[in-house]
């Protein structure tokens, strides 16, 4: 069977693959268009377990909210280059699987590797641009928040996203943002102090009282200056008692309640790409 360069556009466009892959993927085939489409995803699992033992520490964390703001997804899609972070398309890419996520709600990472994008499921499509690209693909995590209303943030560069979720909807839009950027800014370990799990809470006093005993303050002062310690820690670590960024005076609590005083915060979620 012969082909045409409209039969290499066409599986370009089916593939996202370049081409020459796509006109050797159809000379490889004889021309057979559904045959080519398998050699290329054929070739995209050879790449994916070449580079299986490469490390995927670049990529894109972006996050989004349902259009009654009652649900918020945030997806991690990893490479290995910061070029291929920034290309469009690895970013487009990654929005479809955010908007797969935001559609269908799924509970977990597998969930959400196993749902239908097209007539494949995600983690098919990943290891499919794995391929394409050339490098190693990753979807390493999805993060998700239901609540009364939720609000995203993206930090420009897509290396730093966050989820916020309240308890009421109907105050300022800014309010929530300002709260997002927040966690975004100063990554706080829970919402407060009651939401820190007793592991957390003994590790912190145990790393006070070693840091203390080591200065050479008296045995039997240790408990106290310790929970002092762990008080200063519960401000500088949990979201509502953090001060507010942008003010400096205040706690995030305070601001709510300038706002609206029975207003909170009830879950978050936070990725940040390191490096």
């Known amino acids: 069977m012969s082909f045409t360069t409209a039969d290499v556009v066409k ?23 559904d045959r080519a489409v ?42 290995e280059t910061d070029f291929v972070a920034k290309n469009e398309k690895f970013i487009a890419f990654t929005q479809q699987i955010l908007d797969l996520a935001i559609a269908n709600q799924p509970a977990n990472l597998e969930e959400l590797k196993a749902l239908l994008l097209e007539d494949r499921s995600v983690e098919a499509h990943v290891t499919e641009q794995t391929g394409v690209i050339g490098e190693k693909l990753d979807l390493s995590y999805y993060g998700k928040v239901s609540a009364e209303y939720v609000t995203a943030y993206i930090h420009p560069g897509n290396k730093l996203a966050t989820l916020v979720g309240f308890n009421k909807a109907g105050f300022e839009v800014q309010i929530a ?15 407060n102090r009651e939401s820190v799990s007793q592991e957390v809470v003994e590790k912190e006093l145990e790393i006070a009282k070693e840091k203390f005993r080591q200065e050479g303050k008296p045995e039997a002062m240790l408990d106290k200056i310790a929970m002092g ?16 960024v942008k003010d400096g005076k205040i706690s995030i609590k305070e601001f709510l309640a300038q706002n ?13 790409l390191e490096g």
């Open 11 to 33: 599986l370009r466009k089916a593939t996202g693959a370049g081409m020459m892959d796509c006109k050797n993927a159809l000379t490889e085939a004889e021309g057979n268009f």
């Open 38 to 79: 398998d050699i290329i995803r054929e070739r995209g699992k050879l790449v994916a377990s070449k580079r299986a033992d490469r490390e995927a520490t670049e990529g894109v964390v972006l996050a989004k909210v349902t259009a009654d703001q009652k649900f918020g997804a945030l997806v991690v899609l990893n490479c």
């Open 177 to 191: 943002k300002d709260v997002a950027m927040q966690v975004a800014a100063m990554n706080p370990v829970a919402i």
């Open 229 to 244: 310690a762990l008080n200063k820690w519960f401000q500088e670590s949990t979201l509502l008692e953090q001060t507010y």
């Open 260 to 272: 609206d005083k029975t207003l909170t915060v009830t879950a978050f979620d936070r990725f940040a």
